[in-house]
C-alpha cells in the first residue's frame, strides 16, 4: 500500500431544512390555525480514529465531504427528518491542521476518539412557533441556519515510542528488521528507506513501537535529499536512537550532521533522550572500534554503543537502554509495603 502522510481535504456539514408553512382545514374544526412544523437539523462532520489505518491515501482520490442537509418541516406540525452525521475515517495519529497549517484543530491520539470538526445547521422555524395573540395566522417561517464548510489538511504522525534517526544508509533499516517483524527495504545506496516504517518490539517480556525514517543529510532543513518532512513521524516518540555508521570517514562530523538537522526542525526532537549507536562494528577490528567509539563519544558527551544489527552484536544492550528510557508499561504497578492505594504507572507523553 503506498504511504501518504498528508492530504488536503474539503468538509462541508449540513444545512438546516426549512420550516414549513401550514394550516389546519380540518372538517367540524372552525379555527384550524398554524401547524407548521420545524425542519431537521444538517448532518454534521466528525472524525473518528481507528484502528487498523496506517496511511491517508484513501483521501487523494476522495478529497471533497459533504454531510446532507436537513429535511423541510411539513403539516400536523411534523418536524423534518435530520440530516445524517458523515463520519470521516482517520488513522490513529492524525492531526487536523487548517489551511495555512499553522494551527492544529484535532489531534487523533487514540483508537477511538470521536471529534465533531463541523457542526450542521438547526432546521429553521415552522409557522406553528411564530403563534401569537395577536398574530394568529402567522406566514412566516425560518429558512434553516446555514452548513458550515472548510478546507482542511491531514497530516499523518505515527506513534511509536522509540525512533531511528541517523545518516542514510546508517544501517536503521537492518537494525529494525533484525529486531522487529517489519521487512524494510536493505540496499548499499543512500535513501534505500523513502517512508516511514513502523516496528513492533519484543523484548524481555515487553513490546514497543519502534519508527524509521529515511536519512537525514546536511541541509535536508533546507530540502536537501529528501528533506526533514519524515520527521513529524518522531516527534511523539519518548527517545531516539541515532545510529552512526563506524564506516564513515568522520564519525564525529557525522554525529553532528544530524544533530544539526533535529535542531534546525525543531519540536523538542533535541531535548529527547538519545541513545547513541556506533552500527556496523563488525566490519572493523577491536582496537579501531575502541578508538571510533571513544571519538564518538566525545562529539556527543554520551555513552556510545557497539552495535551490529547485521551480526547482532549489541542489539541486546540497545533493546535494554531502549526500554529503560521508555519508561514502565502502563500495566506495571509498583509494589507497595506500607498498605497504600496501590499506583498504576501511565506511559509517559
Known amino acids: 500500500m503506498h504511504f501518504l502522510d498528508q492530504a488536503k481535504i474539503f468538509v462541508r456539514s449540513g444545512a438546516g431544512g426549512p420550516g414549513a408553512v401550514s394550516f389546519r382545514r380540518e372538517k367540524y374544526i372552525e379555527y384550524g390555525g398554524p401547524d407548521g412544523g420545524n425542519g431537521g437539523k444538517g448532518g454534521d462532520i466528525i472524525f473518528e480514529a481507528v484502528a487498523g489505518l496506517n496511511t491517508l491515501i484513501d483521501f487523494r482520490y476522495t478529497q471533497h465531504f459533504r454531510a446532507p442537509r436537513g429535511s423541510g418541516g411539513s403539516g400536523s406540525n411534523r418536524t423534518g427528518g435530520g440530516g445524517e452525521d458523515l463520519v470521516i475515517k482517520v488513522p490513529v495519529g492524525t492531526q487536523v491542521l487548517s489551511e495555512d497549517k499553522e494551527e492544529v484543530l484535532l489531534d487523533f491520539t487514540k483508537v477511538g476518539q470521536r471529534e465533531v470538526f463541523l457542526r450542521g445547521g438547526d432546521g429553521g422555524r415552522g409557522n406553528a412557533t411564530y403563534k401569537t395573540s395577536t398574530n ?47 521487512q524494510a527495504k536493505v540496499g548499499a545506496y543512500a535513501f534505500t528507506t523513502t517512508r516511514p516504517q513502523l516496528g513492533v518490539v519484543r523484548h524481555r517480556e515487553r513490546e514497543f513501537v519502534v519508527a524509521d525514517i529515511p536519512g537525514l543529510i546536511e541541509g535536508a532543513a533546507d530540502g536537501a535529499g529528501i528533506g526533514d518532512r519524515f520527521l513529524g513521524h518522531i516527534e511523539r516518540c519518548q527517545v531516539l536512537l541515532h545510529l552512526v555508521d563506524a564506516n564513515d570517514k568522520d564519525v564525529a562530523e557525522s554525529y553532528r550532521i544530524v544533530r544539526d538537522e533535529l535542531e534546525a526542525y525543531g519540536a523538542g526532537l533535541i531535548e529527547k533522550p538519545h541513545i547513541i549507536a556506533l552500527n556496523k562494528i563488525d566490519t572493523l577490528d577491536d582496537e579501531l572500534i575502541e578508538a571510533l567509539s571513544a571519538e564518538l563519544a566525545e562529539a556527543s558527551g554520551a555513552d556510545v554503543i557497539p552495535l551490529s544489527g547485521a551480526a547482532g552484536t549489541g ?14 508499561g502502563p500495566d506495571a504497578v509498583p509494589e507497595n509495603d506500607e498498605g497504600e492505594d496501590e499506583i498504576t504507572w501511565s506511559p509517559l507523553s
Request: charged residues 20%; neutral net charge; without cysteine.
Open 315 to 328: 542489539v541486546d544492550w540497545v533493546l535494554d537502554k531502549l526500554l529503560e528510557a521508555i519508561g514502565p
Open 136 to 182: 394568529r395566522a402567522p406566514r412566516q417561517h425560518g429558512t434553516g441556519w446555514p452548513s458550515e464548510e472548510a478546507w482542511v489538511w491531514l497530516r499523518l504522525k505515527l506513534l511509536a515510542d522509540a525512533g531511528l534517526v541517523g545518516l542514510p544508509n546508517a544501517g536503521k533499516s537492518t537494525f529494525i528488521n533484525a529486531v522487529t517483524n517489519a
